[in-house]
């Protein structure tokens, strides 16, 4: 089945600072999404990227989709420690269901 | 309030005990979803329903029962021949095209078995 590869598994930074997460696929995606789950909480959506190439802001997070439509990325400035949580990326699969990423799991040391 | 409600938020069960964990939604959706979660681990789905009295398996369905008897309701028993149920369970749900739509969770249910 469809299969997302997240990277890195864990991320710690340093308040201030920035840091990259990555989602990899094998095969060319219609579309896929961004999660957020804060720790004891449930996965909520952030984006969805649909076009070759796209790039979307929220305050300090910028997505990318790549140019292949195999590869996005979640780019946060500045990390606050409301970053805190895990950030799953989701591609929906066939049979009309979302397979999810590992996860990168975002600790922020102030 | 529109959204998507689990019960019970936390349950102990004892070995050899099924168990069943409730979802329900009044968002009107077609589809919904079974996730389970181990602690620092991503989602695997269990089951999904794409529609009344009808659903499928997800990657992770054995041990696991499911119905869809109503558009709002789909409930999920943890069997006995779940080798490892202690985890935390997510029902979601969406419209039936996930093109351009994005799935809504619950807010989760945490099933310990001793």
């Known amino acids: 089945g469809q299969q997302v590869m997240q990277i890195p598994q864990y991320q710690h930074v340093q308040e201030g600072e920035d840091f990259t997460t990555y989602c990899n696929s094998s095969?060319?995606?219609?579309?896929i999404q961004w999660y957020k789950q804060r720790p004891g909480g449930h996965p909520v959506f952030l984006i969805q990227?649909?076009?070759?190439?796209e790039v979307k802001k929220q305050k300090r997070l910028t997505f990318q989709f790549g140019e292949a439509k195999k590869n996005s990325s979640l780019h946060i400035t500045a990390t606050q420690t409301t970053d805190v949580g895990t950030y799953f990326c989701?591609?929906?699969?066939?049979?009309?269901?979302?397979?999810f990423g590992g996860g990168t799991r975002v600790l922020v040391k102030p | 309030d529109g959204g998507i409600t689990q019960s019970p938020k936390y349950l102990f069960r004892k070995e050899g005990q099924n168990v069943t964990l409730s979802c329900e939604q009044n968002?009107?959706?077609?589809?919904m979803y079974w996730y389970r979660q181990d602690p620092g681990q991503g989602l695997r789905l269990i089951y999904y329903?794409?529609?009344?009295?009808?659903?499928q398996k997800g990657d992770i369905a054995e041990g696991y029962s499911v119905s869809r008897e109503k558009k709002e309701s789909f409930p999920l028993t943890v069997t006995s021949a779940q080798k490892n149920p202690t985890a935390f369970y997510l029902c979601?749900?969406?419209?039936?095209?996930?093109?351009?739509?994005?799935?809504?969770f619950g807010e989760g249910s945490w099933l310990t078995v001793v």
């Open positions: 968002l009107n959706h077609d589809a």
């Open positions: 095969t060319t995606l219609s579309n």
């Open positions: 990227l649909v076009k070759s190439g």
């Open positions: 989701a591609v929906k699969a066939a049979g009309n269901k979302l397979t």
């Open positions: 979601a749900s969406s419209p039936r095209d996930l093109s351009g739509n994005t799935i809504y």
């Open positions: 329903s794409q529609i009344v009295n009808d659903f």
